[in-house]
């Protein structure tokens, strides 16, 4: 099926996982969608920490060093600061058509959950609720509180998808590149993006 989607807005959280992330962004720029990318300060610490990759601090410092390495066209990617109220994605006006977060931290999920919408991410994701379009959150805490799993519960109520970055075996992965794609390969099947990260259940292997 190909993805009726022209723009999807990108956040990473300071979750742990920002392979995932990363990996989706590859995925969403090769699949010729446009791209909001929102990036919390959290999310600088991890990615250095977790793959050695200093993110540049200024959005347009990271635009250009995104765009350039992933080969985008020009305005396929643009980047917002946490408070740049003036994006387009701070307004039911002139939303994306859908919004993945990813990695998802507990705060940021709950943050959403509760409208506080205190950043540019919470804003984003909170205009996907009341414009009732596609909201998916990849959360990675483990293991899950009663708090956490009720701000889940809230959120899949307003139909967002929690899609937790839990990676299946039975594709026999053999690199830990193999299991990001497990997870980035469920999160382009919920956005409706044609891909090829791995075979299906039941394909030939």
């Known amino acids: 099926m190909l993805s009726p989607l022209n723009s999807v807005t990108l956040a990473l959280s300071g979750a742990s996982g920002m392979a995932y992330g990363l990996r989706l962004l590859e995925c969403l720029i090769a699949a ?53 109220w003036n994006a387009p994605v701070a307004s039911g006006s002139n939303p994306a058509d859908a919004m993945v977060v990813c990695p998802c931290s507990m705060g940021t ?26 909201l998916i959150l990849v959360p990675r805490e483990t293991p899950f509180s009663t708090l956490h799993l009720e701000n889940m519960l809230a959120l899949a109520r307003m139909n967002a998808v929690i899609l937790p970055a839990n990676p299946g075996f039975y594709h026999h992965p053999a690199s830990v590149e193999a299991l990001v794609d497990f997870v980035v390969a469920r999160i382009l099947d919920q956005l409706g993006i044609q891909h090829a990260l791995m075979a299906r259940w039941g394909e030939d292997r």
């Open 109 to 134: 999920l709950a943050a959403i959950a509760h409208g506080l919408s205190d950043n540019l991410i919470e804003r984003a994701a909170d205009v996907m609720l009341k414009e009732h379009r596609k």
């Open 32 to 84: 010729d969608l446009e791209v909001n990318l929102l990036v919390s300060q959290a999310a600088h610490l991890v990615a250095k920490q977790e793959l050695g990759v200093a993110l540049p601090a200024r959005a347009g410092d990271l635009e250009r060093q995104l765009a350039d390495g992933l080969n985008a066209r020009d305005g396929q990617l643009r980047v917002f600061g946490r408070e740049d």
